[in-house]
Every structure is written in structure tokens, then in C-alpha cells.
């Protein structure tokens, strides 16, 4: 079992810089990769970036790489993902994921099996 939680959401203006934090704990080998994704009201879960907690590898969705950097800290047990530059699009509920499987698209929600409750980002022009 691998627990999630998220914090660092929170409501800011366009041009601003946030920093959302996921406590991760429970089975290392359940969470082989860990990553972002959001979700906007009416729209489907996306995937914002992701990593391999065993390599430090990252990828990300192309039309955020500039502007979001994913990282792990040294134990492995937080994630972070650093926002700069906020545009209004950017407002969404933000999720943690947690997951072990290869076996389809890294920004595909059903790769994941553990998710956090979510944490609410939202951006003002």
C-alpha cells in the first residue's frame, strides 16, 4: 500500500509561482514512477509530468516543460512540482500518483495505482 498526500495549493495571480508537495509512504516498489497530473472542471484527468523515483528520469507534457519542473527529494518520500509563470489555464485540482506498471503511456491515469485526495491550484488574470 502507498499513501499520498498533496499540500502547496492555493489561489495566486497569473505570472505567479507555486510549489505543490506530495508525502508519499507505504511499498517503494509500488511507486517505480510518481507524477502529476491535473484535472480542470469538465475536462479529463491530464498528465502534467512524471518520474522514475529509481533513476531521477523525468518527462513531462510538451506544452508545460518550460514553465513546471518535477523533483524528488533524497529519501524518495516527496515530490514536488514547482510552477512558474501561472497562466489562468493553469487552474485545476492538482493530483499526486503513484505506480509501478510499463505497460502503457506514462500520462495515461490507469497507469497509476495510488492517487492523493488533490490539491486546488487557481490562477487570477
Known amino acids: 500500500q502507498v499513501q499520498l498526500v498533496e499540500s502547496g495549493g492555493g489561489s495566486v495571480q497569473a505570472g505567479g509561482s507555486l510549489r505543490l508537495s506530495c508525502e508519499a509512504s507505504g511499498n517503494t516498489d509500488s511507486r517505480r514512477f510518481m507524477g502529476w497530473f491535473r484535472q480542470a472542471p469538465g475536462k479529463e484527468r491530464e498528465g502534467v509530468a512524471v518520474i522514475h523515483t529509481n533513476t531521477g528520469f523525468t518527462t513531462y507534457i510538451d506544452s508545460l516543460k518550460d514553465r513546471f519542473t518535477i523533483s524528488l527529494d533524497d529519501s524518495k518520500s516527496r515530490l514536488y512540482l514547482q510552477m512558474n509563470s501561472l497562466k489562468p489555464e493553469d487552474t485545476a485540482m492538482y493530483y499526486c500518483?503513484?505506480?509501478?506498471?510499463?505497460?502503457?503511456?506514462?500520462?495515461?491515469?490507469?497507469?497509476?495505482?495510488?492517487w492523493g485526495p488533490g490539491t486546488q491550484v487557481t490562477v487570477s488574470s
Open positions: 500518483a503513484a505506480g509501478d506498471r510499463y505497460d502503457v503511456p506514462w500520462y495515461t491515469p490507469r497507469r497509476y495505482t495510488y
